[in-house]
């Protein structure tokens, strides 16, 4: 279930992140989405979905950070 637009993610992410940030995540959960279409690619028992979330949260995380405000600020560099 790759995802067109940002409007269409999880409010669990929409609700979090910066327009930036959701765009990093959308790209990579659609780019695992395909990358790990078949189980041996993934860890364990992960499913797809899954495995798709965990990349686009780990891509998020290599440019943005939680801040003590509990918002995502750009990583500086």
Aim: glycine fraction near 4%; aromatic fraction near 10%.
């Amino acid at each position: 279930m790759p995802y067109d637009t940002r409007s269409e993610l999880p409010e669990s992410v929409r609700g979090v992140l910066p327009p930036h940030a959701q765009d990093i995540y959308k790209e990579a959960f659609n780019s695992a989405w395909e990358q790990y279409r078949d189980k041996s690619a993934r860890r364990g028992d992960a499913s797809r979905e899954e495995t798709a979330h965990r990349v686009a949260w780990s891509a998020v995380k290599q440019r943005y950070e939680k801040g003590d405000d509990e918002r995502w600020h750009p990583v500086k560099s």
